[in-house]
Each structure stands twice: as structure tokens, then as C-alpha cells.
């Protein structure tokens, strides 16, 4: 199962969100310019469970709210849909009860017709709670369906060195990897290689059905370089891992497209901030909807089918 066409067109992974929690904490470089807190900030008027989460500067404020209330949704709904299971908070934060985590699974499991994708940047934490299931009886990891696709967020060499080791560590059927808003180079085949995978008869070696990368948007969007981008995509060229490269974000360099023709000229002249790269090379800020997510001339947007999963 797929997001819709119409999602992958735009950039999108995910169909709908699950909202069974809202609220943050950052807890990473990746969390400085948070949509989410934003989207919050913005809405707390007009959406009840958006209330009393951000502070005057339209940051997370550390409180998390439980939404019981939303727990049977997919059960609600009988079109197969790719779940992003809580889009503005982290289904791990050490604000969330272990119970009420193996409740969204539990309801989630209710309904296995969709596909949950459960992303966070507290790989330590899921993984105590897979240990914290385990030894429960009633609940076993093994018992987790294909349905469950669990990933962590990554945006540098050294997040990845943790949190993927974490990550594929885990007994689950379906892994991803987000690069999202990609901040450095990043090499994930010390990590996790499908297609050694695939032939090594002595050493099992990890592998994910997905990675997912992009840059950042918003008005303090930091810039994102095509050769962090080329590095992993040939890294997952090389290991048979689809690779979704959701978009570029707020910069685009000059490799990627021609500033010289409409519709850069009147952007760049009238926004002249640009970011100067170790190479000399420049990214330009022309803005998330021109510098779009061609890389090199092509999208690259892959996403897995049921018979095209690593495992
Ligand atoms: S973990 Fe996600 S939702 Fe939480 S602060 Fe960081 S970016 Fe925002």
C-alpha cells in the first residue's frame, strides 16, 4: 500500500494524520524550526486540543496532550490509508505512558487494512518500550503486523550512528529512515544494506524499506546540499532501498536549476539571500514551491509495495 498519487505528487508519504497525541519537546538540531509547534501555534484559537502546547514564541512548551478521543478513527474508515501516526508530537516522548502506546497499537492493530508509519527522534525510548511489551504477556512483539512500519529520524552522521543501530535492532516487520530536514552528509550503509542483506549467509545485516529525505521550509529554513542528497541516493541505489526525496525546501543551488529563466530571475533579484557552500558554489532562497523536488532533472519519489519490502 501506497500513499494516494495525488500525496506522492506533492511531496507526501503519509495520506492522513493520527492525531492520538499533540504536543512536543524539542530534542534536536532537527527540532529547531518545528512545523508542528507552528501549525499549533497558529490554530490554538480554533482547534480545542491545540490549546495551552506552545509559549508567546510559538515554540512547543513541553506539555503533551493524550487524545484518547481519536483512537478508534481508523477503525472509522474503511479506504485503505497511510497513517502518519501523530504528525505534531512523538509518539515516544517520555511524557507518553507505555499503556497509552500499546493502546494506539492496539487500535491500529484493529484495523490492519491500513499502513501506520510511527516516526520519532527518541529511538532509546521505543526501544524500551518494545523491551517494556516483551515482558508483558499479554502483548508480544512477534505478534506486531506487517501493518506497523516504524522509523527514526535522522539529520546528520552522528543521529544516524545512533539511532539506526537502534532501529534495526528492533523485531519489527517494516523499518524507515527520515532525513528530514537533512542537516549534514549522512552514510547509512554502515548501518543497514538490503542487498547484502539478500546474500550473506553468515552475518545478518539490518536493512529498511524506505529512506525518506528532504530540506527544511519556513523562514529560518537552513540550506540543503544536492551532494548530501546524490550521497544518499546512491547509497540507496547500491542497497536496493526506495529512496523519496520529498523536496528541497526553502534553498535551491545552482546546480539544480537555471536562475537565469522565469520563475528564478524575479525571485532571486528580489530576494537576494544566498548561501555560500565550502566549493563556492551558492544555494539561493527562492522559496519551497520554486525550488520544488527535481534533483539532477528527475523526482525521485519511491515507495514500496507490499512485494518490494525488504523482509
Ligand atoms: S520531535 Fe518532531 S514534533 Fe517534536 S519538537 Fe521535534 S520536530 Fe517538533
Not at 501506520?116 to 529511538?123: D, N
Request: glycine residues 6%; contains cysteine.
Amino acid at each position: 500500500m501506497k500513499p494516494s498519487e495525488k500525496r506522492i505528487a506533492k511531496g507526501l508519504w503519509w495520506d492522513r494524520n493520527w492525531p492520538v497525541l499533540e504536543g512536543c519537546t524539542p530534542c534536536s538540531p532537527a527540532c529547531d524550526n518545528c512545523f508542528a509547534a507552528k501549525y499549533a501555534h497558529r490554530f490554538k484559537d480554533s482547534l480545542p486540543s491545540l490549546r495551552g502546547l506552545t509559549n508567546q514564541e510559538g515554540k512547543w512548551n513541553g506539555m503533551v496532550m493524550i487524545c484518547r478521543d481519536q483512537l478508534k478513527l481508523p477503525s472509522t474508515i474503511k479506504k485503505p490509508t497511510v497513517w502518519f501516526v501523530t504528525e505534531r508530537s512523538d509518539l515516544f516522548h517520555p511524557l507518553v505512558p507505555f499503556g497509552y502506546i500499546q493502546a494506539v497499537l492496539t487500535y491500529a492493530a484493529m484495523a490492519p487494512h491500513h499502513r501506520y508509519m510511527i516516526l520519532t527522534k527518541r529511538p532509546e525510548r521505543m526501544a524500551e518500550f518494545f523491551q517494556w511489551m516483551n515482558s508483558e504477556s499479554t502483548y508480544s512483539v512477534e505478534t506486531l503486523q506487517d501493518c506497523f512500519w516504524f522509523g527514526v529520524t535522522v539529520w546528520d552522521q552522528a543521529s544516524a550512528d545512533r539511532s539506526i543501530p537502534i532501529l534495526c535492532g528492533l523485531q519489527v516487520a517494516h523499518k524507515f529512515i527520515s532525513i528530514e530536514p537533512m542537516l549534514g552528509p549522512v552514510n547509512i550503509l554502515r548501518h543497514c544494506n538490503r542487498e547484502a542483506a539478500a546474500h550473506s549467509r553468515f552475518r545478518p545485516v539490518p536493512c529498511v524499506d524506505l529512506v525518506i529525505c528532504g530540506g527544511e521550509s519556513g523562514h529560518e529554513a537552513r540550506a540543503l546540499s544536492p551532494e548530501w542528497v546524490n550521497f544518499l541516493r546512491y547509497q540507496c541505489t547500491d542497497a536496493k532501498i526506495p529512496f523519496f526525496f520529498k523536496q528541497w525546501g526553502e534553498w535551491s543551488h545552482q546546480s539544480q536549476a537555471d536562475f537565469t529563466s522565469s520563475p528564478f530571475t524575479a525571485l532571486s533579484s528580489r530576494n537576494a539571500m544566498y548561501h555560500v557552500w565550502g566549493d563556492g558554489t551558492r544555494s539561493y532562497r527562492v522559496g519551497k514551491k520554486a525550488a520544488g523536488r527535481l534533483l539532477d532533472g528527475k523526482e525521485h519519489m519511491e515507495f514500496p509495495g507490499e512485494s518490494e519490502c525488504a523482509q
